[in-house]
């Protein structure tokens, strides 16, 4: 008899699970950077256009499709993809679907892990720092060159959090996964709600002429001159950002939907997924880094720029915003708080660390599925088989500079090319009759059916805006990168 495939064992559970999977850095990092760089409060209008007309339907896809193909014991998007395609295509065409499909997610979660688990062990080992003040009267700019250039302890965190991964992937779905994200997003939530109640009453710690206001007028007040003059160039950064923090076109969501009884809803769950992360994105995440960045600015920003006055130093807030800005800059907040500056660095890089590992566990699963269901190898050697792979794929990000740009511009590209396969074969191949069926099978509501037309017409003609645009921002990193090279 066959084996019963794992299932989630409580719905809390699993709408924890796939909040963790698309909470992640770029909910508290990415996101404010997009808002800064792209007009302030003017980006929310495409934000909204684009998660409502395209997030929102490729994430129900998603989930349709995953619930789909654990039916049949398939908990990856080759297999399902081509049981999908055959309503409509023959089974060697079928096959072809299915083959493509698998092996872009493939590359994929392979190619995006390099980095993100990097990421993720910096912020582990900066909650260290922060809390044992390690950067403390130093330049912080140099700390954390210091820090990258000291191999032994990058590998160090990145393992330790690997390891963990390995662990909590190797106890299964619901006896692994589940448990560590029904501890991690809860305390998530509250060290982010308690940073931001933080921020709400820190008004202008240090120069009256500086407060947390500042950072909040500067993300929030709509700068519609900026949109009309850059409108393609917003509507692609909101686009993306939509598909980074809601975790799609990886065939995660898909994987982690598998794992779903063929009567649980997916309408409802799907939309409390979109809800949790956006409250995560929009409320917390941004209320966090740009407010405490203008309250601190005179700690932060050159003093040349400083003299120039406030707006020319809230420009070069936004445009020095990003990754980097998260482990130089920041730290200077942390420092300038004083004693309690390290119990709050320790649990903003302890944040980021949350949300990070409770993506990667995501991605680590599907992988894992991968060698379990489609080639036969047990669990918890396949969590080690993976922990090897990826370990080979992050090696260019602790000696290659410049890789981490450069593989980004790949990722940002293959994951709409995913979500363009998600609506060819998971809505048009599978026929659209039976997909709208599959959604409102078990559902807990009734989506509106002025949203099919939406769902098959608006989303891929919107899709094509990051297609084209990340495919050109491809093309430019990859002529760039001989030059890189050379440079090194
Ligand atoms: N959604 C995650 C974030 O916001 C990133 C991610 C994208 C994770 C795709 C997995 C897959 O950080």
Redesign the pocket.
């Known amino acids: 008899m066959e084996q019963q495939r794992d299932q989630w064992a409580t719905k809390i559970g699993l709408i924890l699970a796939m909040a963790g999977?698309?909470?992640?850095?770029?909910?508290f990092v990415?996101f404010p950077t997009q808002v800064a760089q792209n007009g302030g409060g003017a980006f929310m209008v495409p934000y909204f256009i684009a998660l409502f007309f395209l997030g929102i339907p490729v994430m129900w896809i998603e989930w349709v499709a995953g619930r789909y193909g654990g039916k049949y014991g398939h908990g990856t998007l080759g297999p399902t993809y081509y049981l999908m395609a055959r309503e409509r295509v023959k089974p060697r065409g079928a096959l072809w679907w299915g083959v493509i499909s698998g092996m872009l997610a493939f590359s994929l979660?392979v190619l995006?892990n390099s980095y993100?688990l990097h990421l993720i062990g910096w912020s582990a080992a900066y909650s260290y720092f922060s809390a044992t003040g390690a950067y403390f009267g130093q330049s912080t700019g140099e700390f954390f060159s210091n820090y990258l250039g000291n191999h032994a302890q990058v590998m160090l965190f990145w393992g330790i959090t690997v390891i963990l991964l390995a662990i909590a992937v190797g106890q299964g779905v619901s006896k692994g996964i589940e448990r560590w994200v029904k501890v991690m997003m809860p305390l998530l939530y509250v060290f982010a709600i308690i940073m931001v109640g933080y921020v709400f009453v820190l008004g202008s710690p240090i120069d009256p002429n500086w407060s947390t206001i500042d950072g909040f007028r500067f993300i929030w007040s709509p700068n519609w001159a900026y949109l009309k003059d850059h409108f393609a160039t917003v509507m692609l950064a909101a686009t993306g950002q939509i598909?980074?923090?809601?975790?799609?076109?990886?065939g995660?969501i898909q994987n982690y939907a598998s794992y779903l009884g063929p009567d649980d809803d997916v309408a409802l769950s799907g939309l409390a997924t979109v809800s949790l992360?956006e409250f995560a994105?929009v409320v917390l995440g941004g209320s966090l880094a740009v407010p405490l960045a203008t309250a601190y600015a005179p700690k932060i920003v050159p003093p040349e720029v400083l003299a120039q006055g406030k707006n020319e130093a809230l420009a070069w807030i936004g445009q020095k915003f990003g990754l980097g800005f998260s482990y130089t800059s920041l730290p200077n907040v942390f420092v300038s708080m004083g004693d309690i500056g390290k119990l709050f660095g320790a649990m903003w890089f302890l944040l980021l660390w949350f949300?990070?590992f409770t993506?990667?566990i995501?991605?680590y699963n599907y992988l894992t599925a991968l060698l379990e269901e489609d080639l036969n190898i047990k669990r918890k050697v396949g969590t080690w088989v993976v922990l090897v792979l990826y370990f080979i794929a992050g090696l260019p990000v602790v000696y290659i500079s410049g890789y981490l740009d450069q593989v980004d511009a790949w990722v940002s590209f293959q994951?709409t090319l995913l979500a363009l396969f998600d609506i060819i074969v998971a809505v048009y191949l599978f026929k659209p009759d039976n997909f709208w069926k599959e959604l409102h099978q078990g559902a807990y509501m009734k989506v509106p059916g002025w949203y099919k037309p939406i769902l098959l017409y608006i989303a891929p003609i919107l899709l094509l805006i990051p297609l084209i645009g990340s495919a050109q921002s491809l093309v430019g990193a990859t002529l760039e990168w001989p030059a890189r090279l050379a440079i090194i």
């Open positions: 999977n698309a909470v992640g850095l770029g909910n990415r979660t995006l993100y598909f980074f923090t809601l975790s799609l076109g990886m995660i992360n994105e949300a990070g993506s990667a995501a991605m994951l």
